[in-house]
């Protein structure tokens, strides 16, 4: 549909090379740059928040669609690496994100091979209406591990 | 195999198979063998979303035009679907137990749901919508979804 809704943030300099976050859901934050790219570690980042959006999101989605899809969700835990790639004219850009969510489901007595497919068409799902994931240029890859237990 | 009609709204194509009927709220309709196919238009199952649980009512049911044939669980939503034309439900797609997503995947030929046994199909039949009416009246809707 064509509805819309926005989202904002605000960003302040604190001299040198640090910044303060201010996000419209409430939590505000120091910020600066990774340590490779004349920043400071142990804080916030850009490259961070890109690839927690897009984490965060994921999952936010596939605890919905595993509601919708009604699973016994125990435990979902997942990495996701975002691969940064500096061109020749030194612009650089994500080309990859990779998730590799671990999922536990309960079988609660269902055939195994049918719940198993449940969650994988839910982690579809969750990718498919990923609000992040639909607005990056990056190319996404997900590789479940999924466990169902009797 | 069925031969489409097709158009695209925004960035939405959207098929109409050229060989049965339709009701207005995007159930088709086809007539075989002296009973009739129903299922979701691919509109409809786009509009809906992936689906996760299609629950069709069970064979013996009888209805009424307009009466409730199925409710469809969709990631996104619950969608009641309302039977088109009145008569007793002979047939349930049973392979919508282990793979609704067929609905998804082919609204027009796996994905069917269920066969009635029509009470008057020569009446029902009537008030249904010819593919290229059901196409207009379709994009009608669909354009207004976009405007809001």
């Known amino acids: 549909?064509?509805?819309?809704?926005?989202?904002?943030?605000?960003?302040?300099?604190?001299?040198?090379?640090?910044?303060?976050?201010?996000?419209?859901?409430?939590?505000?934050?120091?910020?600066?740059?990774?340590?490779?790219?004349?920043?400071?570690?142990?804080?916030?980042?850009?490259?961070?928040?890109?690839?927690?959006?897009?984490?965060?999101?994921?999952?936010?989605?596939?605890?919905?669609?595993?509601?919708?899809?009604?699973?016994?969700?125990?435990?979902?835990?997942?990495?996701?690496?975002?691969?940064?790639?500096?061109?020749?004219?030194?612009?650089?850009?994500?080309?990859?994100?990779?998730?590799?969510?671990?999922i536990r489901v309960a079988a609660d007595g269902e055939n195994l091979e049918v719940v198993e497919g449940r969650v994988r068409r839910a982690m579809q799902s969750a990718q498919k209406y990923s609000l992040v994931a639909n607005s990056v240029k990056s190319e996404i890859v997900i590789e479940p591990e999924i466990v169902i237990e009797e | 195999m069925s031969e489409y009609l097709e158009?695209?709204?925004?960035?939405?194509?959207?098929?109409?198979?050229?060989?049965?009927?339709?009701?207005?709220e995007g159930v088709w309709v086809q007539a075989q063998d002296g009973n009739v196919r129903v299922g979701m238009t691919d509109y409809l199952q786009q509009r809906s979303g992936d689906v996760a649980f299609a629950h069709v009512k069970p064979v013996g049911t009888k209805l009424a035009a307009g009466d409730e044939l199925a409710e469809i669980e969709t990631v996104k939503a619950n969608v009641s679907l309302f039977s088109p034309i009145g008569g007793t439900v002979v047939e349930v797609n049973t392979e919508l137990d282990r793979g609704p997503e067929i609905i998804n995947e082919s609204p027009y030929e796996k994905g069917w749901l269920a066969v009635i046994e029509a009470a008057d199909w020569e009446s029902d039949r009537a008030k249904l919508l010819d593919p290229q009416a059901y196409l207009s009246a379709m994009r009608s809707q669909a354009e207004q979804e976009l405007i809001g």
């Not at chain 1, 340590?35 to 804080?43: K, L, M, N």
């Not at chain 1, 020749?88 to 994100?97: A, K, M």
């Not at chain 2, 158009?7 to 207005?24: E, I, M, P, Q, S």
Request: proline share 4%; charged share 20%; hydrophobic share 40%.
């Open chain 1, 1 to 102: 549909m064509g509805q819309t809704s926005t989202y904002s943030t605000t960003v302040r300099w604190k001299g040198e090379h640090w910044g303060h976050l201010a996000m419209g859901n409430g939590p505000e934050m120091d910020f600066s740059a990774p340590p490779d790219a004349h920043g400071h570690a142990g804080v916030f980042t850009p490259e961070d928040a890109f690839v927690a959006a897009a984490n965060t999101c994921i999952m936010m989605m596939f605890i919905w669609a595993a509601e919708r899809f009604k699973l016994h969700l125990l435990a979902y835990e997942c990495r996701t690496e975002g691969t940064k790639l500096i061109e020749l004219d030194r612009t650089e850009i994500f080309t990859r994100l990779q998730f590799r969510p671990s």
């Open chain 2, 7 to 24: 158009t695209t709204v925004d960035k939405f194509v959207f098929r109409v198979a050229a060989d049965r009927l339709y009701g207005a």
